[in-house]
């Protein structure tokens, strides 16, 4: 099983060094990790179809 990580705070952390308030910051975050999943969920399902494996990756947003 395959387990993909975004550690939203570690993000945040990094734009606020570089100038982001901390809402900017919080939002751009949020938006990362919902177009990760999504992205995770469409390209799992694609490979799902393609292959007869017996469980799927697993993804996660911290």
Do not use: Y
């Amino acid at each position: 099983m395959s387990i993909i990580t975004f550690d939203t705070h570690a993000f945040v952390k990094k734009l606020k060094a570089v100038g982001f308030t901390e809402e900017q910051a919080d939002v751009f975050a949020n938006e990362q990790a919902t177009l990760i999943e999504d992205m995770a969920t469409k390209h799992v399902s694609c490979c799902w179809k393609k292959t007869s494996r017996k469980s799927k990756p697993t993804f996660a947003v911290t």
